[in-house]
């Protein structure tokens, strides 16, 4: 008896998964052969009508697929028609996407770096940087931000693992604050900071 139920809902299921391929599975025979072995029933052959598989006992409501189909995607981040976000950003989660970020960035200018010093001359590039006084400030931002940002983000994230304090929502609300507004006034600092010549 037991063999049997399994062999229905094991045969169930594989039909189950061929015709998933051809249209949408139906999980209600597979939920029949496991009703079988639990009852110790006469394993019947499953038929393949929806009226001799009523699925009453499981709660699904007739107009389930109408139902499904009006189902919204979900996490739905950005509407459709506009790009409004429906869910509000914890500062946190934008930190950290931000670290990420920073992160990349700071990948693909070592990269562009080492690019450039394969085929071409980095003092040259910076020389040329420097002819344009206005573009000097900005082009500093844009370089020491993801520095300085990534490395105190990890600071930050090197006292969590070690202390495992500062993690409850309002100190970590806090400590983001102060991580992206240090960040930026070091930044800024560092953009209109020109050392001496060696």
């Not at 600071?155 to 929502?169: E, S, V």
Request: proline share 7%.
């Amino acid at each position: 008896m037991f063999a049997l139920g399994i062999r229905t809902a094991t045969s169930v299921f594989v039909q189950n998964a061929k015709s998933t391929l051809v249209g949408r599975a139906d999980p209600t025979r597979a939920v029949y052969g496991l009703r079988m072995i639990q009852s110790g029933a006469q394993a019947k052959k499953p038929a393949t009508t929806d009226a001799e598989f009523p699925t009453d006992f499981l709660g699904t409501p007739k107009n389930h697929d109408e139902l499904t189909a009006k189902r919204p995607m979900s996490p739905s981040i950005f509407g459709a028609t506009d790009w409004m976000p429906h869910y509000k950003f914890p500062v946190a989660a934008i930190a950290s996407i931000t670290s990420r970020v920073t992160g990349v960035m700071l990948s693909f200018g070592v990269a562009g770096i080492g690019a450039t010093a394969l085929v071409g001359d980095v003092g040259a590039v910076v020389a040329t940087i420097k002819s344009y006084p206005m573009l000097l400030p900005p082009t500093k931002f844009i370089i020491s931000y993801p520095f300085v940002y990534h490395m105190f983000a990890g600071f930050r994230h090197l006292y969590w693992d070690y202390t495992c304090k500062a993690l409850d929502l309002k100190s970590l609300d806090m400590t983001t604050y102060a991580l992206l507004g240090s960040s930026f006034a070091v930044s800024g600092a560092l953009a209109f900071t020109t050392l001496p010549p060696v």
